[in-house]
């Protein structure tokens, strides 16, 4: 009988050996879902992180490109209403060497007066043009 006894607890001692040995699969399946939320977590967190360093990037991009717009932009306008302040004086100067003559022209009127209305004439003409120049330059600024 001792021989019974000896089998029975050795093969007692190996079922509780295989069974320690195995990890619940409860344990394994926690294991592994916290390893999945982790991974999850971190990959949600670099994506923000990229998206924030992308969203920075473009954001400078943007600021340095409306910078040198703006500042092309303004040289355009200062360069157009200069151009345009040299056309104005020069009108303005050709309308009072117009006005000038006119005055002269109606001083010695015998029997010329065509050529007053012709001046006078190329004198609204001028005026016109100033006016026009005048409303393109208000609308630049």
Not at 22 to 44: E, R
Not at 84 to 93: D, F, K, N
Not at 113 to 138: A, C, F, G, M, R
Request: hydrophobic content about 40%; aromatic content about 6%; glycine content about 6%.
């Amino acid at each position: 009988m001792q021989s019974n006894i000896q089998t029975t607890a050795a093969s007692g001692y190996e079922r509780s050996a295989r069974k320690a040995a195995k990890p619940p699969i409860a344990l394994l399946v926690t294991a592994w879902l916290i390893l999945i939320a982790g991974g999850a977590a971190g990959m949600v967190w670099y994506t923000g992180y990229i998206q924030r360093n992308i969203t920075t990037e473009i954001e400078l991009q943007t600021a340095a490109r409306i910078g040198t717009m703006q500042a092309d932009y303004i040289a355009r306008i200062e360069q157009l209403e200069t151009g345009l302040q040299a056309e104005i004086s020069q009108i303005s100067g050709k309308v009072d060497s117009l006005n000038e003559l006119l005055t002269f022209t109606k001083d010695n009127a015998n029997n010329k007066t065509d050529n007053s209305n012709k001046l006078y004439t190329q004198i609204n003409e001028v005026k016109k043009q100033l006016d026009e120049l005048k409303k393109n330059l208000d609308v630049l600024k």
